[in-house]
């Protein structure tokens, strides 16, 4: 896990009004009345907060009609703590960092050569380091946890590029998405073909 998300998930988590929710959470899930009432804050408090816990993938969210409930997401609480601890004991007398500075620079490059300023796709990259590269950025504007239809996926990318077709086969060849009975499904990051690997 890229250093920044570590450092998001540590600020998503520096606040006490946060981990008590997360806490609370533990239990089952919850709506948001509950949650302000059993700590003792308004409802817009627990809005705000869910917000910055649902950035970082840490709560799941479901509406009921009017109302909205709370649930944690195991599995990114858990991936988090663990990537916390591997970069800590793993990275080594700052490497990660200068390495994750050269990527930065190589993605600007990529998007500023691949994009225009209109946010389209200009062409699908033939050097596969720079084909993962787009394909992550598109990907990131999917909603996470979401079931998309064919349709809806082959709209999505018919906003960035023409050849829908092309790039749907790319999620799923390089893990981005995973596909059951024309149901599209992020897949956890984790799972993505990293460009940062290749050479």
Do not use: C
Not at 14 to 30: F, N
Not at 67 to 94: D, Q, V, W
């Amino acid at each position: 896990m890229q250093l920044d998300k570590v450092v998001n998930y540590h600020k998503a988590l520096a606040d006490p009004t946060r981990i008590k929710i997360l806490i609370l959470l533990a239990d089952g899930e919850l709506n948001g009345q509950i949650l302000a009432e059993t700590l003792g804050v308004t409802p817009a408090t627990i809005t705000h907060h869910a917000a910055k816990l649902r950035e970082t993938s840490l709560i799941n969210e479901r509406r009921d009609k009017n109302t909205i409930y709370f649930s944690l997401n195991h599995y990114f609480i858990k991936n988090n703590a663990n990537a916390t601890e591997n970069l800590i004991y793993r990275a080594g007398k700052g490497g990660i960092v200068i390495m994750e500075d050269t990527q930065r620079r190589i993605k600007e490059s990529v998007i500023k050569n691949f994009f225009t300023n209109e946010g389209t796709l200009r062409s699908i990259p033939a050097q596969l380091k720079k084909k993962l590269i787009v394909l992550e950025l598109l990907v990131s504007k999917l909603e996470n946890g979401r079931k998309y239809s064919e349709s809806e996926i082959n709209e999505f990318i018919k906003n960035f590029h023409g050849d829908f077709a092309t790039i749907r086969r790319e999620f799923i060849m390089h893990q981005f998405m995973f596909r059951d009975n024309q149901i599209y499904e992020l897949n956890p990051p984790e799972m993505w073909a990293r460009w940062e690997t290749l050479s």
